[in-house]
Structures are given as C-alpha cells and as structure tokens.
C-alpha cells in the first residue's frame, strides 16, 4: 500500500505538512458581500442603534469618570483647606506668634522688600526736601512696613503648610476615586482607544512629537525647573538649586527612554504608517 503524498514529502519532520484549502475568489470579497447583504437586512437599523447606545453609555460613563476624578480631588483640596486645616493651623500659629517665616527664602523676600521699601523713602526725601522726615518719624514707618511684610509672610507660611495638607488629603480622595469606579476604566480605555484611533497617521505622529519636546526636548528644562520652583513655593520648601538639576538631568531622560520603548513596541505594531510619519516628520 503506497503512504499518501503528505506523509512521504515530509519524512523527518515533525510536523506533517497540511494543505490550505483555497477557492477560486479571496475570502475578503465573500466577507465584504455578506457584509453589505447584512447592510441590507431589515435588522441592519435595530443592530446600529444598539451600537450606538452602547457607544454613547461609554462614552457617558468615561465622561462622568474623567469629570469625578478631577473635580473631586480639586473640590476636597480647596474646601479642607478653607475649613479645615486654615483654622487650626492659624490657631497654632497664634500660639507660637514668633515664628513667622517658615524658610529662609521667605525671609530672604521680606529683607529684599524692606530694603526696596527704605531706599524708596530716602528717594521721596531727596526729591522732595520740603517733606523731610525726622529720624523718629522714618523709624516708626520703617516699622508700620515691617509688621506689614510679616503679617503678609506669616499668612503665606500658614497657606503653605495647609498646601500640605489639603494636597496629601486630594491624593487619598483621588485614589479612591480611583478604586471605587474601578470597572469604569474599562470605558476610559475604549473612549481613548476610540480617539486615538480615530486620528490620522500624521495627526497622531503631531501629537507625539509635541508632547516629546514638551516634556524631553531640548527645551524643556527651564519649563521643569519652573514647575519644580512652583511646587515649591507652593508647599512653602526651599527650591534648591542642585536637587533641580539633579531631577532634570535625571527625570527627562526617563520619559524619553519610556517614549521610544512605546514607539517601538506599540506603534510599530499597532500603526505602523504613523511610524513611518513620525519618523519622517522628525528628519
């Protein structure tokens, strides 16, 4: 009995070899006719309005999502630190009157404006002679200026450690947030998904170029070392100029390194003529 053709064309392997079935037209115009006969159907308007529902309850659910997991966040940050920690902080403070600057750069400021503020004085007088100020008289609006310059530190020291917080309790509110709308990631997922994919090749390439030279460009260390001096400011901590240094030398490096990762283990699978744009756009 002769072994069939397969078995004996394919001695030593492993596998035997299987023949694909192919007809006389492409399987995508058999797909494409169904698809337009099912266009025709009387059940085609039923089946796209209940896409469309679907679609626009995603769509409503990762909008309410996106809109609770910022305002809620920002609502607890403002109202705690109004009612909340502002009161018992300035009740601390009253008790403890002497302390008025909380680092040495606001004192560094209110010097540097007492000294702006005295210098002005001695201006006034040698333009106007006529209003000379007695000695007497200069000290004591030399010294209604400097309880006014520490009030007004005394008020940004409290203002900044009520940032702290009113900032650590907004993390805690955004987390949960996060945790008990958990299943509506799901949706945030299809709706960027949707977006993305909704882009063109060049806008998406735009889009990738501007956000790199936004955050990784050759640029983008001043705007690092603003936003890290504002954040500062903001919790009332010394902007120190080396730790500055070290996180943009440091921290921009990273994304970019997590950015070229992603072009080249997601959009070269996913969009690869985006690719080819965005490598052409930055030629």
Known sequence: MKKPFSSVHNQGYSQPFKFIKTGIFPRSI?????????????????????????????TIIATRFFIMLVLVPLLTQKLSKQVLFIPIIEK??????????????MEEKA???LKIFTSELKFQQL????????PDKKQEKIKEKAQEIA??????????ISNIFAD?????????????????????????????????DS????LIILLTDIFVGFHSPHGWEVILEGIAEHLGITANTNYIFLF??????ILDTIFKYWIFRYLSRLSPSALATLKEMDD
Request: proline share 2%; no cysteine.
């Open 30 to 58: 058999g797909r494409t006719l169904k698809q337009i006969a099912n266009d025709f159907s009387a059940e085609a308007d039923i089946e796209f309005l209940n896409k469309y529902r679907i679609s626009r309850q995603r």
């Open 92 to 105: 601390v403070n009253h008790e403890h009157i002497t302390q008025i600057f909380l680092n040495s750069d």
């Open 111 to 113: 010097l540097h404006e």
């Open 127 to 134: 333009l106007h002679p006529q209003e000379h100020l007695t």
């Open 151 to 160: 009030a007004k530190f005394r008020e940004e020291s409290i203002n900044a």
């Open 168 to 200: 650590l309790l907004s993390l805690i509110t955004f987390t949960l947030v996060i945790i008990l709308n958990k299943k509506d990631i799901i949706y945030v997922q299809y709706v960027l998904d949707k977006i993305v994919y909704g882009l063109s």
């Open 203 to 206: 806008a998406k390439a735009f």
């Open 248 to 253: 943009i030398a440091t921290f921009p490096v």
